[in-house]
């Protein structure tokens, strides 16, 4: 069990551009998060899966976001057209069912920059 | 809806010292709740977590937390901090089947030598 696990650390883009993060959750969780933090704040909810179904999406996941769990391992957050106010960090965290009863194994985070 | 309250977003203390963060939610059903502390550039570390039963949640690295339903708290508290314990510290909560947690907005916590 090496985690969960992140890529990349770092994202620079241009405005305009589009971005995809990865994240491998702990193997044997089925329930797989996506956070986003902003500087100076708590991580907000963006959208959540159970296998490979995407069950909730925040309002804060605008059209130009989308997550996938095609095989209900790994997952990717696509961001087209970046805005800067897309700079943020972004988590993912995985949870073996629901986690409220087993918080939640956060990643390290991509920390995406629009510049 | 839930929602969590962190009124003091920093907290500068001496090595050694005790320290408490407070932490007040707000929610219509029962709760589950967690502290989480995350170092720089890094994402975040369960501390410990109220599910239900004994108010007195004792966590990692020497924290512990209380949950008070009658004043809708749960601070987290430790007798003796370390310089090592110097991180931001996230309150959160959860509801029903905990499909997802509401954060506060963090309490940067500064051990001074």
């Known amino acids: 069990d090496t985690g969960v696990s992140q890529d990349p650390r770092h994202k620079i883009t241009k405005r305009g551009q589009n971005v995809t993060f990865r994240c491998d959750p702990i193997s044997e969780h089925n329930r797989l998060y996506w956070y986003r933090q902003t500087l100076g704040q708590g991580p907000e909810f963006l959208t959540y899966?159970?296998?490979?179904?995407?069950?909730?999406k925040s309002r804060l996941l605008s059209d130009r976001f989308s997550a996938e769990r095609p095989k209900g391992s790994f997952s990717t957050l696509e961001i087209q057209r970046t805005e800067q106010g897309d700079s943020a960090m972004y988590l993912c965290?995985?949870?073996?069912?629901?986690?409220?009863?087993?918080?939640?194994?956060f990643g390290s985070g991509t920390r995406l920059t629009v510049v | 809806a839930q929602s969590v309250t962190q009124l003091d977003s920093q907290v500068p203390v001496f090595e050694e010292a005790p320290v408490e963060l407070r932490c007040n939610y707000s929610?219509?059903?029962?709760?589950?709740l967690f502290w989480y502390v995350q170092y720089p550039n890094q994402g975040l570390q369960l501390l410990l977590k109220?599910?239900?039963?004994?108010?007195l949640v004792k966590g990692i690295n020497g924290f512990e937390a209380e949950f008070n339903k009658s004043q809708t708290s749960f601070h987290l508290r430790k007798p003796s901090v370390h310089i090592s314990d110097t991180a931001e510290y996230f309150c959160a909560v959860s509801t029903g089947g905990g499909n997802k947690l509401t954060f506060g907005t963090g309490t940067q916590l500064k051990v001074e030598l």
């Open positions: 899966f159970q296998n490979e179904a995407q069950l909730e």
């Open positions: 965290a995985s949870s073996p069912q629901a986690g409220g009863n087993y918080g939640y194994t």
């Open positions: 109220y599910l239900s039963g004994s108010t």
């Open positions: 929610s219509s059903v029962s709760v589950y």
